[in-house]
């Protein structure tokens, strides 16, 4: 198989995926009980307001002609309007979104470094006191809750120190850089502004390592197991027989070797990310897609919550999709 | 003739959760130079971690308990963490770099299994560009490439292979990679850990063959480690016989075959099939090797021997000269 068939079959398989996903979410927004309209409402509404509402956002068309238009929107990016205001709900997305996808990527980063350069530690020194922390750190990391780690932070770092902002994503004094990709200190770096980055990256800092120390557990765990593994290799051992240094054995033998599967599971973490977002982002008062799902959810607002949970659900599968071909590309065994 | 390789007293253990077990006991061996020494015995008996031991990279949890392991270098080598002067060499008193610089450039080792002795992810020219360039950081790469693919063609491999991926060459191809590896910075001594086991019959004669041309045109010293005697009757010049991680005998391949003098090495003869002898009666060694973990005192061979007496019970045999000019442990011969 080529890599172009092996990208061309990923990418057929992915649309019976988002398929699924797309009446998935649909079919569960309508079972559950209760009318979103009235649900919507106080109680006592005129019902020509309600008739009205239900027509603007297309609920008084048949389940299909819904489902169809539903099917057909998203396809053209649209994902239909808020009950709150009658707004595009992609336009709420896209103001959103760069927040998250900001905060996403650095905690992946974070954690994806320190969950490497923990394991790869932990499997050099396998079985003495150093291993025996570090798997500590990782199950109690794994374990501990997003807010919990979110808020003992904040009062060490914020209110105790007074370092760094509890919350929120920019001074309030100041303006944020002008949009280009609307993450901040992207967006600073392409303005050529050093006291903007410097905000923002102050701003990053709290939630950055909230959100990426407790998602490195997993990392480390699966960088320990798959190094231990690689190491024990006999090409491994060949390498060093041949005088290779400990670095390139290290990881250019071991590590890369055992790095495919922590590749997958970088592609699965983002979405825990996504959905971790949710708690990180409340904690931190951070304006991205979580708080923002939050909030339509205590309004009741279905048309968003649809909305924006197929976005996540399409991202994800994106990502996945990605992921698979970086896979390929990465080894050779797959590419053939 | 100078000594290639001279080891005195080596012990290595394996600490295992049941104890320690001695898998090389107290060896005293000597290799002259441009000669080939085969090192047999059952599985093991040792002869594997010996080699590995002269590498200095026995696996965990084994480690070098004692003794020493001299090899001859022709000129001084610098390195980074002292220069290694020429003349004869302590390995077990030198630091990891220093033992890094040697491997592969004066000792190389050729493991049993080629198919898995590569690192996947890298083409067969990264692997000798990567090996060139640990001892030779100045080679330019193409510089490199073009001596891994002399190398190569010299082993009957074509050049423009080296931009395959090792899972895109059969195993004997492989091995003949491997072999390149270990030749291409001109070692003087080579160590091959059943280089031909996992083989056919008619690539093991091939292998074998290249690697006594080998030797020949670089003037190797070779270590030989196999169960196989056939293989060790066409390539080596002496043979030493180990059991339980002792040295039981050492003679010339011709006085080995002929003569032997260890009960041992005699009843292994009779149970090696003859195709000149077809009606020979293969003679199999009854009972199993005694526990290395709860090693028994005196001759280790002595529940097994046919010639068993008390002394060998109570007294390990000293290795002494025998009759043939060669050496053997065993109290049959050490009345005299």
């Known amino acids: 198989m080529t890599l172009r068939s092996y990208v061309t079959s990923r990418v057929l398989l992915m649309i019976p995926m988002v398929m699924l996903l797309l009446t998935l979410v649909f079919v569960i927004l309508r079972v559950i009980p209760g009318d979103p309209a009235l649900l919507h409402f106080e109680k006592g509404v005129d019902p020509v307001v309600l008739a009205e509402f239900r027509h603007r956002l297309g609920l ?3 389940i299909l002609e819904q489902y169809f238009d539903y099917l057909v929107g998203i396809l053209r990016g649209d994902f239909g309007i808020s009950m709150q205001d009658y707004a595009p709900i992609s336009t709420h997305l896209i103001g959103r979104f760069p927040a998250t996808l900001e905060l996403s990527i650095y905690s992946m980063i974070f954690a994806v470094l320190l969950g490497l350069a923990l394991g790869v530690k932990a499997s050099k020194n396998y079985d003495t006191v150093t291993d025996h922390s570090i798997r500590l750190f990782s199950i109690v990391t794994y374990a501990i809750p997003v807010f919990f780690l979110g808020m003992v932070l904040q009062f060490f770092f914020s209110i105790w120190l007074g370092w760094l902002p509890t919350g929120r994503r920019f001074d309030a004094h100041w303006m944020p850089p002008p949009t280009v990709t609307g993450m901040y200190t992207i967006d600073s770096i392409l303005a050529g502004d050093l006291f903007l980055l410097v905000i923002s990256v102050r701003y990053l800092i709290l939630p ?3 959100l990426g120390t407790i998602l490195c557990g997993i990392f480390i765990r699966l960088t320990r197991t798959n190094m231990l593994e690689t190491l024990r290799m006999d090409f491994v051992t060949a390498a060093k027989a041949r005088g290779l240094s400990d670095g390139t054995v290290t990881y250019g033998y071991a590590l890369r070797n055992a790095f495919l599967p922590i590749l997958t599971m970088i592609g699965i973490q983002f979405a825990a990310l996504l959905a971790g977002a949710i708690l990180t ?5 951070w304006p991205g897609l979580g708080t923002y799902l939050v909030d339509r959810i205590g309004h009741r607002d279905y048309t968003a919550i649809q909305g924006t949970v197929v976005f996540f659900g399409i991202l994800v599968s994106m990502l996945t999709l990605f992921v698979d071909i970086l896979y390929a590309y990465l080894d050779p065994r797959i590419r053939l | 003739m100078t000594n290639a390789l001279r080891i005195q007293d080596l012990t290595v253990e394996y600490k295992t959760r049941r104890g320690v077990a001695r898998a090389v006991d107290r060896v005293q061996l000597s290799l002259e130079e441009n000669r080939t020494l085969g090192l047999a015995g059952e599985s093991g008996c040792g002869k594997s971690t010996l080699g590995r031991a002269i590498m200095r990279l026995v696996p965990h949890p084994g480690q070098v308990a004692g003794g020493n392991i001299y090899i001859n270098i022709d000129d001084d080598i610098p390195c980074k963490k002292g220069d290694i002067p020429k003349g004869e060499v302590d390995i077990t008193g030198l630091n990891e770099e220093q033992m ?6 004066e000792i190389a080792y050729i493991f049993q299994d080629p198919m898995t002795s590569l690192n996947p992810m890298l083409t067969i020219g990264n692997h000798f560009i990567q090996m060139i360039q640990a001892h030779n950081p100045e080679i330019e790469k193409e510089e490199a490439l073009d001596r891994g693919k002399e190398v190569l063609e010299g082993l009957g491999i074509l050049p423009e292979r080296v931009t395959d991926y090792p899972h895109q060459f059969s195993g004997g191809m492989r091995q003949r990679v491997m072999i390149g590896l270990g030749m291409v910075l001109r070692p003087r001594l080579l160590i091959s850990d059943e280089p031909t086991t996992s083989l056919d019959v008619i690539v093991e004669a091939q292998i074998l063959e290249q690697m006594a041309e080998l030797k ?7 270590i030989l480690i196999t169960h196989n005697l056939g293989v060790l009757a066409q390539t080596a010049d002496d043979i ?9 005998e050492l003679a010339s391949t011709e006085n080995l075959f002929e003569a032997p003098q260890h009960p ?10 003859d195709v000149t002898k077809p009606n020979k009666k293969l003679v199999w060694i009854p009972g199993a090797p005694p526990d290395l973990v709860d090693p028994i005192p005196g001759c280790m061979f002595n529940p097994r021997c046919p010639m068993a007496m008390d002394i060998c019970k109570t007294q390990v045999p000293p290795l002494i000269e025998s009759e043939t000019g060669g050496l053997v442990a065993c109290h049959l011969y050490g009345g005299k």
């Open chain 1, 60 to 62: 008084d068309k048949p």
């Open chain 2, 264 to 273: 041992y090495a005699q009843a292994l003869l009779l149970s090696v099939p």
């Open chain 2, 240 to 248: 030493a016989i180990m059991y339980c991680g002792r040295i039981v």
């Open chain 1, 281 to 285: 982002e409340t904690t931190f008062s």
């Open chain 1, 208 to 210: 950055t390592i909230t």
């Open chain 2, 216 to 222: 020949k045109t670089f003037n190797l010293t070779m």
């Open chain 2, 100 to 105: 890094r610089v040697l491997r592969g450039k």
